[in-house]
């Protein structure tokens, strides 16, 4: 099952990373650490071996991606090594970026990515291609009357309108081209009633939103573990100091704000209350592509008794969601060819603001994503497979 | 469904803490914040109200309950307030209170503290009296031929041995008055094949190992998060700075070297690997009945990029223990009165070291629990009620 | 040498703390944790007694002496039984409280303010009073032309203007009054040229801005640390979160930009650059009156090697700030006595803000008061004692 | 001013580090950070250039220098690309290694050393050698009665007796050479009262103990904090993970004993009295030549309200100790070239258990060092220079 993966924001650090890793799995040069698909309980035929996938995308810069892997090499997010053994591979997936298209309208826009999704597809004779945006960040949409359904958004592309959000442009392309959808940011993306309808009219699943790589990864057990300890959580605050790329963005208010909502959500369903306290993000330069989250949790035991929890978290951001990339990229590869179509609610596990919302615990979300690989596996779908 | 609670080492902090939380309950001074069995997916008909419960024990010491109550309040484990609202009630558990039986053989002591148990059960007109033990951690139990089966265990006994640690002996009476047993600490309590083997014979349930209060909880779904996004865990170190009593028992190394293997069990267990690293308990007597864990994990991600996270745990051990032992006297009380006999392994969510240790992850053990109370509630068993 | 000590703000957490912590100390109930006057470096003849000490003050608010201090107990900032053991003594406090000067103009009101003072000396025969500001964060001032000299000053304040912030206003009626001033706050208090002027006119020595208390106090340590090392700070980040009135009072933007602004200075000044990152002040009401800062450094030694230190801080602002308003009004009280006018430059240890900012390491601000305390002892001075 | 650097443990990490940011440094590769001499308030003509230090020592182990060093630049501990711009110079030093002397009595090793650093010097024509011992942690050395004086040490040695510790043994040597000696270790070296009496006849000055590097450094500014503030510490507790060969060797628990004293000595003395609690030490591989260590800090203010601080530490040992061991060669070349001689006692800045223990306030020992800076510049001293 020849599977393309096409990264929207293919030379940014998350995009370089999940790249060089999987050039690097595929070579056997590296262990599948941090791949939850290759987990025994996840495991197994219906998805795309490392060997399958081929890498593709857009960027609106053109720093060669192996300059990029370097740059991330000396910033300690990869092994050096690994971008050494891998000039030819590295050369390979350069080949097949594309720029961001630019210039004319909307709807011109659209054509171009959709003729670069299809080109891609027929020149590597791939069955799928899988988009997934791992761009910056975007300000949260304005609405706009052609958000509401297909038909108004179709007149409204044909009008010149700049409609869409970017990410949401590149979620219209997606399934105008057949194409799956992964969003691993917290931008708009395919989230407006016209593009829901128009995948469920074309029968394309698509999964997201923002990849739930390190604070909210650690809130979605800890939350959990004191709802069923009955104990009452008085406060929650969370600071996020960050640097690199993702930093720089989100140091505007704006994106900070969709941000830092999506962050928040996980306490308020899980515990059944929102505690006081917030999340902030910073931006600290000097951090490079490292993360340092600390959060403070206070907490009433039996009788009133206050207690606390504090914890810090030192990730690196692409490390930890590269190897995501690839394990969404497989499971929606997979859904896709057992015919699932719509929302693929069963991958929460990924996200901090999943889909559908069915559970914010992870643990909940682990035993839901089981079920849904060991279906896939088996060949049970409810749609007709493709 | 009149339920007896016997308290081994009823003016401890724990058991102090126990007495006026549930009398408090009983009073609706308070509500019921820590109490698990109070949680939407696990009351129901099964459990016996707080009003039902009747509560006495054994202790060495001779503190007066009010007394040790008003010194937990000064030390903020209590609200004074309860204390002041609660003297008849607590005078009134007060002269159930008996002294730990002393003198004589092994074989007397049994015999006076199975001859307490019934007299308390028939003195109240009890359905049934559960035997919790939170007494002083021991040290590990010295190897004894009696412990095999309980026929060496009576001769043993019989012959005048100090065959069993007191821990055991109180789990013998336990058994032999037809009473369910709980414990609540590391101590051997029931672990010795003869008691075992007495407990089938018998019908009686029971319950333990060392309850999950702190850093162990925190572990018990860190450690999962950590499994189930297949990151690597290189370290994780601990340490625990304790007051209190429990810290004074705990310095003797050997009642810490059992506490400690059972702390670390959770990471082998649900990381297929130990990684480096050791948990250290230590007593500092200024911390009063408080305790602050820090642990350091280290882990590797994606390509082998190194991370940590840290997290710090300021709890009051006897306010997050005392609800649960409310809670393991309900649940064992419904499982015997349902006929359920031998080692309660869906308990295991309430124990660092859990008996058959189905799982150490917080998650699957809550599920387990939550079926538990269920069958309970619905009046399934294997057995025949009683 | 009798010594008022009236409270702007009396009535607060910060001035109860103090009161009742005076009232303590003077009836032996307590030791003098706390305050640095009473260390062998600083101690000695000039300081007034704590027996000398006579308290009043003036507050928006009226809730009675007692019920603060109640609260104050009850929330564990303040031990019970102080003020259980202090009725009299309150109740004689309580009778000295005046509320403040309200309606009319700005001269109305510090006419007022300072009939209030000398009607204070007067009754209890004092030598001196020393008016220490403890009330809640001012926003910014805002420009008026009456700032510029006390001609200009007094000028608009004679045409019926608002001219000043409370915070100055109560610092001009203490000027006016022959009265020392301590600006235990970040607000304007004395520093604007009209007032700089009328207290070099008439003698008058003052002290502020901005009592150190927790985070900053921390800073002015490490950060001499790091220089002294030649460590390159790269970032120092920080969160504040705080309950209590203060709190409320911060989480206004204008009153929290002018504290963070300085909370950050002693870093520029003590590393001779200014390391990214900043520092946040977030309300948490159910922190209460306690608060919990936390800082992130990060730093290169030598060959650039990255390393990082973070440390939190748990403290309780007016059990640390009390013991302090009491130092600085005793030591105030001394300069006074001893002819000392203008900015007390030496008691930078006390201030986030130091007047004049001779340095901002704890330890070279501890050598100067050193040393002005010796001084004082000595009986030397530049000026002639009243 | 040319001047040896004899390191005794010349292919351990921090021997390393120092000689490649030596060589850095001569050929402007990199700049001071980390090195204390190189502030304003240290610098001058009186310390030898780093372009006028030539770098020797042994060691029991052959690795090649080169090869030690880019194990600590893959380690993360130098930035590789200085060792890839130094090969000749790195070649130069590894030509002045000699192996550690073995075999025959100490005596016969003695006088190997003594001869390796005068054949070092004379073939350098060096002004003179600092001897620095930068090998492992000794256990605390076996009492002998060859340790009271010079003649009793001369007997033993012609006896053959294995009288001294290694380190001792080099002490010795060094002095016997007429060469200044810095123990940068927490072992005997020149603290025995035959060494110490011999360095006085020999008109020899000397530093030690043990390179204050990490949490200790944090100790000895927060410890004089709490003191100047009359805070009340009641309890400091502290555990040390470290990896790396220092790790290992610490993990020997005679070793550790040693470093653990020396660790907790700042508190009593700065404080006061010895708050409750301990330091550990840990040995975790995985954390490689990177340190993390973290303290609880438990105190009481004003009226006893209690409150905590935390601190974490992650630090790489090698690159705090490097710099501190050029300048502590810097240092003791200018002193001995000034005519001191015996324990530098103004050099307490450095170490962990100074030599006479002047003070363990960091900032008191900063006003010592920057004096004797200033009196070595001024060329002023007690005794005649060389």
């Known amino acids: 099952m020849r599977t393309g993966v096409w990264l929207v924001g293919a030379r940014g650090s998350v995009a370089t990373t999940s790249i060089v890793g ?15 698909t290759e987990l025994p309980d996840l495991r197994g035929p219906a998805l795309p071996a490392f060997t399958d996938l081929v890498l593709g ?3 609106v810069v053109t720093t060669p991606l192996a300059k990029r892997a370097e740059a991330l090499a000396a910033a300690g997010v990869l092994p050096g090594r690994l971008v050494a053994a891998l000039p030819d591979e590295l050369a390979a997936v350069e080949r097949e970026l594309r720029p961001a298209p630019a210039g004319g309208t909307q709807a011109d826009r659209a054509a171009v990515t959709v003729r670069d999704l299809t080109d891609f597809r027929r020149r590597h004779g791939l069955d799928r291609v899988v988009v997934v945006n791992v761009s910056a960040t975007e300000p949260a949409a304005r609405p706009h009357p052609g958000h509401a359904d297909p038909d108004a958004l179709a007149a409204a592309l044909a009008g010149g309108d ?6 949401s442009l590149y979620a219209y392309a997606a399934v105008r081209a057949g194409c799956p959808y992964v969003d691993f940011t917290p931008s708009t993306g395919l989230r407006l009633p016209a593009l829901v309808a128009l995948a469920a009219e074309r029968g394309i699943p698509y999964a997201g939103h923002d990849g739930k790589t390190g604070e909210t990864l650690v809130k979605s057990v800890l939350a959990p573990m004191f709802a069923m300890r009955h104990l009452a959580v008085r406060s929650w605050s969370g600071v996020n100091l960050l640097g690199g790329g ?6 505007d208010p704006a994106a900070n704000a969709a941000k830092v909502e999506s962050k928040q959500r996980v306490l308020g369903e899980t515990l059944g209350h929102l505690p006081q306290g917030g999340t902030r993000i910073e931006y600290v330069e000097a ?3 490292f993360k340092t989250a600390w959060d403070l949790v206070t907490f ?6 206050g207690m606390r929890m504090e914890f810090t978290w030192h990730g690196c951001d692409s490390a930890l969601a590269a190897p995501l990339v690839l394990d969404l990229a497989r499971l929606t590869a997979a859904a896709h060819a057992a015919g699932h179509a719509g929302p693929l609610t069963d991958l929460a596990f990924f996200f901090k603001d999943p889909l559908g919302s069915p559970t914010h615990s992870l643990a909940d979300q682990w035993t839901r994503l089981c ?8 060949g049970g779908t409810d749609a007709a497979p493709r």
Chains 1, 2, 3, 4 share one sequence.
């Open 57 to 59: 995308g857009h960027d």
């Open 162 to 167: 700049e409609v869409l959000p970017p990410s």
């Open 371 to 378: 079920g849904f690989a060991h279906r896939l596996h088996a």
């Open 287 to 289: 951090l490079g592509d």
């Open 22 to 36: 999987a050039l690097a799995l595929r070579s056997g040069l590296t262990g599948p650490t941090g791949c939850v």
């Open 300 to 305: 009433a035991g039996f009788l009133g008794t």
């Open 246 to 251: 993702d930093g720089a963005t989100l140091a």
